[in-house]
């Protein structure tokens, strides 16, 4: 649908929409750009206060990603007046602030109108160096590849919707997608990472697609060895599968290549699309032990889950094991 729209072209657009990066890059100076991304959908926990700390932290990611502090905020509201508690509102509204304010940013304001469905995010505005930007176009040959949180976040949210999911486990998630990514950032910032991209919607092998592509690169990745939320395996061979699965494994099925040996359940939480999920990082691999011990002591997902290579006949090559 966006193939035919007009792109913008301005000597200090560094980055835009033509790579699938996550945020876009303006240049106002030698030393400073700012850094802009905006996400927002509707609830997936019951708990408004709990929806609004995962919204915030969803989209301040996308800053982090690229190597950026965010700054500002600004809220996106779609409220089902006079049919919901407007109590919902104001709790929704507290946890994503105190989430922006967790990442060192502030809420300046925001927008909202009526609409049939809740639906909350945030516009999101930072700073970078623009010799510093992080981009998903970096990869190299040999780079080593982490992933800082466990999947499995759209099939849990999926079985919490039907009563399938215990106290302890949902708790758990949404832990984990409340989660900033800040931490991962600067660590990644502090090891020579050659590219980087959260991963959201387009699930694990989605976002790793647009990586490899941008970057003209492969990328083979170790299945057995990707982190996964526990119960996930056992509840998407249940079915508690979102559509947006089935539609990543739709447009991904002719530019990637699984191995018979990956299990059906977990390929099924490769292609799981997933909110405020983890970055995926590329570090060079003279860097990629003390990347890992880093990450280790930060409590985060410390092993590679595979690596760059030179472009083969397709972009992904998944694996069951190292």
Not at 2 to 14: A, C, F, I, R, V
Not at 40 to 62: E, H, K, R, T
Not at 64 to 86: C, D, H
Not at 127 to 133: E, M
Request: aromatic fraction near 6%.
């Amino acid at each position: 649908m966006l193939k035919d729209l007009p792109q913008s072209t301005h000597p200090d657009l560094l980055i835009g929409f033509n790579k699938a990066d996550d945020a876009g890059v303006y240049r106002l100076d030698e030393r400073t750009a700012l850094v802009q991304s905006v996400d927002f959908f509707p609830p997936i926990v019951d708990d408004p206060y709990f929806f609004g700390q995962i919204a915030a932290a969803n989209a301040l990611s996308d800053v982090f990603a690229m190597g950026g502090r965010p700054l500002t905020a600004l809220n996106i509201v779609g409220f089902p007046l006079g049919t919901m508690s407007q109590n919902v509102l104001t709790e929704m509204l507290c946890g994503g602030s105190e989430k922006v304010e967790e990442a060192g940013a502030v809420v300046v304001g925001g927008h909202s109108i009526k609409d049939k469905e809740l639906k909350y995010g945030l516009a999101i505005t930072g700073v970078v160096d623009p010799g510093r930007i992080v981009t998903n176009a970096g990869a190299r040959p040999g780079d080593q590849l982490f992933l800082t949180k466990a999947l499995g976040t759209g099939i849990i949210t999926t079985a919490i919707k039907g009563n399938a999911v215990s106290a302890e486990l949902t708790q758990l998630v949404v832990a984990q997608m409340a989660t900033l990514n800040r931490t991962a950032a600067e660590l990644m910032l502090q090891h020579d990472v050659h590219a980087a991209t959260d991963v959201t919607g387009f699930g694990l092998l989605g976002h790793a697609l647009e990586m490899a592509e941008a970057s003209g690169v492969s990328l083979r990745l170790s299945a057995n060895i990707v982190p996964i939320l526990p119960e996930a395996l056992r509840l998407a061979g249940e079915g508690f599968n979102p559509g947006g699965a089935d539609d990543n494994r739709s447009y991904l099925q002719d530019k990637i290549r699984i191995d018979n040996g990956v299990e059906k359940n977990l390929q099924q939480v490769l292609f799981d699309p997933q909110t405020s999920g983890g970055l995926l990082i590329a570090i060079p691999a003279a860097r990629a032990e003390e990347f890992s011990k880093a990450l280790q002591a930060a409590g985060l997902w410390e092993k590679i889950i595979g690596e760059v290579t030179a472009r083969a006949d397709r972009a992904i090559l998944v694996h069951a094991a190292s």
